[in-house]
């Protein structure tokens, strides 16, 4: 199974930005579902960004235009660029894989490979 591990979390003001990376243990390219979730206390898991087969992006409302997902050409890394951070961004986000099979799963559970997450705080 894909091991995948978080990094580039911190603490950061409003309006700063941080820069997500997510190690895959195996190549992803463009036969995978690559998403990231987040997860706030008392709170829903969210789906925040993905990208699904090639090049396929989906953005949850609340962070279009402000964020931006992406891949190294290597197709071993994800990574998520936050800019015009808000305190409603503040959660552990997660990266998560799963393999395409001409759909993406909708929810966290619905993906195998997960990783432990990495916190994000954003202060006023």
């Known amino acids: 199974r894909m091991q995948l591990v978080e990094s580039g979390g911190g603490s950061v003001q409003v309006g700063g930005s941080l820069r997500l990376s997510c190690r895959a243990s195996e190549y992803f390219g463009g036969g995978f579902c690559m998403y990231w979730f987040r997860q706030a206390p008392g709170s829903e898991r969210e789906r925040v960004a993905g990208?699904?087969?090639?090049?396929?992006?989906y953005y949850a409302d609340s962070v279009k235009g402000r964020f931006v997902i992406s891949k190294d050409d290597a197709g071993m890394t994800l990574f998520l660029q936050m800019n015009d951070l808000k305190p409603e961004d503040t959660a552990m986000y997660f990266c998560?894989?799963?393999?395409?099979?001409?759909?993406?799963?909708?929810?966290?559970?619905?993906?195998?490979?997960r990783g432990q997450g990495t916190q994000v705080t954003v202060s006023s």
């Open positions: 998560v894989a799963e393999e395409y099979l001409g759909y993406c799963p909708r929810e966290f559970e619905g993906f195998t490979a």
């Open positions: 990208i699904e087969a090639i090049d396929r992006t």
